[in-house]
């Protein structure tokens, strides 16, 4: 199994800025995921972090909105980017272990735009 | 798009009561997994089958898996309120990464 610590936990922000999101593993991972809920819905998949290269993003999500870094193979962050209420969402890092394919969960960071 | 579609869209039953969801797909799989997500919290794996599976068991969980008819159950036996939870269908795409496509989820409320 894998531990995944997410920064922050929930935040409050105001329109137009951008959040930062961290997600730190406790163990060397290939591929990172990052997926957001919005309220009441399932999980979308934001994008795929590789390390080493760039992010490859799901359809209807861009990087200049989502910027992901990936510096090494236990860290990754998802900015949010100038944002709107649209964006009020969990935002959840997930990690899989090369097994069978089940993924390891974050607790998700709550982000509320106001 | 979603994958998965899971019925229903909410469930209440008494504690001791069994619980049935279930999940349909679209596109051939790899896998089939149940995730389980209290409230505001992050996904709890719960059990995967593959898509050369029939059946499998964990405990009180039972997941079936038709792969003619594209769809996945899961029964939660004996369910306690503990169990009240939100619970996902995920498959794993044939030919893809280890990212798993989500479906709409059943939220289940079991009362004591």
């Known amino acids: 199994s894998a531990v995944i610590s997410q920064k922050p936990s929930r935040d409050i922000c105001q329109r137009g800025t951008s959040l930062t999101i961290q997600c730190q593993v406790d163990s060397q991972v290939t591929m990172m995921f990052w997926y957001r809920q919005q309220p009441g819905q399932s999980l979308t998949l934001i994008a795929t972090a590789n390390q080493g290269s760039e992010a490859t993003y799901e359809s209807g999500f861009v990087i200049d909105k989502f910027p992901i870094s990936r510096p090494n193979l236990t860290f990754s962050t998802l900015t949010v980017s100038n944002m709107s209420p649209e964006d009020s969402s969990i935002y959840l890092c997930?990690?899989?272990?090369?097994?069978?394919?089940?993924?390891?969960f974050g607790e998700g960071s709550r982000l509320t735009v106001l | 798009s979603q994958q998965g579609e899971e019925d229903p869209q909410a469930l209440s039953i008494q504690e001791g009561e069994n619980a049935t969801m279930n999940c349909s797909y679209k596109?051939?799989?790899?896998?089939l997994q149940w995730y389980r997500q209290n409230s505001g919290r992050g996904l709890v794996h719960l059990i995967l089958?593959?898509?050369?599976?029939r059946e499998k068991h964990s405990g009180r969980l039972r997941v079936t898996l038709d792969t003619s008819k594209k769809s996945s159950s899961l029964l939660i036996t004996a369910s306690r309120a503990a169990d009240t939870a939100s619970y996902f269908c995920a498959t794993g795409v044939q030919g893809g990464s280890e990212k798993l496509v989500f479906g709409k989820g059943t939220k289940l409320t079991v009362n004591p």
């Open positions: 997930s990690v899989g272990l090369g097994g069978a394919g089940e993924l390891f």
């Open positions: 596109t051939s799989i790899n896998n």
């Open positions: 089958i593959r898509s050369n599976e």
